[in-house]
């Protein structure tokens, strides 16, 4: 059974299953597995930070809301924080030319997730982000594998 | 005797439009710059007796390059070719010294008329 | 009077003007295209909720090409994304020989129909807005759709949960291409135009 998760969206899976998301380019995939439980959990982050908009936002887009929300969940869902680990994929700069403020945002969206996954405890144990393709991601529940498909190339982490 | 054309566009195939279509009215085509500071440097280097020049480009933009070529050579002929033809636009232009304004993509017989007119002074 | 409702009907606006925009474009190309006839028909035009974006096009992992521009003065951003082989087939008419792939000269031939296309939807938008809008230079991405696309709400900073698409279709000789421009308003420029339409 494969489940979807789109931009801002994450979804929690036990025993069997794949999550799987699309179109990470800039944003960050946060894939969050308990071997021994076999809970896992799949993020889509789309910036570091809503920047006080958390009233009128979805908090699934937002690194510093999304990731400990999904962390909380996975906990009730029977995750225990020692066997808790992530792996992530994106963050990439797909837009060359371009001039401002809003250069590298990929770069910072890798850097808000790795900081608050470290606030958090959970040890990321595998990752491909950076460089200035579009990445898709899966992670298959039964083994805690993740797959990351940057334009035609695969990884597994 | 064929006037001399400084070309200044940061996309290849403007440029590559532009000279032909200069080459194939009697323009000499001297040199082609990618941004507003290249354009100053060629200017300098070649002393065209004409210039196309973009606005929206990397590094410096059209209208800057048009001031400063200016303030070093007052009898500058310079004419903007840009997509951003709003009205505002075009006068800023004017004002910093530009000679004309077409407006891309541009019609062959319009960029000579122009150019022409502008070295008749 | 409801707030709702002014901004609905500012958003109706652009998507009118969006009609016009694309009409000015038309005869922008068919001048670039030169000997070729170039049409394009009536584009279709609506608003994007930023969740369903990625999924603009039937296939998210087709390679497409996206330009994106920011417009100077926190008005927002404006794109223009075509599939790459749509975008290859338009370069090629306009360079007039076979390509393949991608070459400094076909980039940039598909960069400059990306700045004719936004910039005619952002002539359109200055002059009923009575404002000047400059779009700043182009950054352009080749990837899956839907990165390509989501990269694009990301490195635009928009914050808006709604999107403007003006899909168009090119007639070509023997040939159909599609392209979307994307304008991406920041609130401050929606606001200024709920002043303006007030006032009206």
Known sequence: MEHLVGLGEYAIVKELGIIKTLGLGSCVGVALYDSINRVAGLSHIFLASA????????????ADLALPLLYKQMLQQGAHPRTLYAKIAGGGQLF?????????????????VQTKLKELGVKVSG???????????????????????KAGEITTL | MAKNVLIVDDTAFMRMMLKKILSQNGFNVVGEAGNGIEAIELYQELEPDIVTMDITMPKMDGITAITKIREQDPNALIIVCSAMGQ??????????????????????????????????? | MNQELIKDAVMDMLLELSNIGTGNAATSLSRMFGNEAVGIEVPTSLLCPISKFAELLPNP?????????????????IAFIQSLHDALVMAGRLLDKHLQGLDELSRSAIDETSNIMTASFV??????????????????????????????LVESGTVSD???????????????????????????????LIDKFRLE
């Open chain 2, 87 to 121: 009205k505002q636009m075009v006068i800023q232009a004017l004002s910093s010294g530009a000679k004309d304004f077409i407006v891309k993509p541009f019609e062959e017989e319009r960029v000579i008329e122009a150019l022409g007119k502008a070295l008749e002074g």
């Open chain 3, 123 to 152: 002539n359109a938008l200055a002059d009923i807005s009575d404002m000047q809008l400059v779009p700043a230079v182009a950054g352009m991405a080749i990837g899956p759709s839907a990165a390509v696309l989501n990269s694009i």
């Open chain 1, 127 to 149: 990752q491909d982000v950076g460089g200035n393709k579009g990445r898709s991601m899966s992670i298959d529940v039964a083994t805690g594998l993740v797959i990351v498909n």
């Open chain 3, 162 to 192: 709604q999107v403007i698409v003006v899909e168009s279709v090119f007639l070509l000789e023997q040939y159909r291409a599609t392209g979307h421009i994307v304008f991406l308003p920041e609130s401050t420029f929606l606001d200024i």
């Open chain 3, 61 to 77: 992992e087709e390679e497409i090409v996206g330009t994106l521009r920011m417009i100077e003065g926190d008005v927002g951003a």
């Open chain 1, 96 to 112: 060359s030319g371009m001039e401002g403020p809003l250069l590298n945002v990929g770069e910072q969206n890798v850097l808000a």
């Open chain 1, 51 to 62: 920047n006080g908009r958390e009233k009128h936002e979805n908090p699934g887009k937002y």
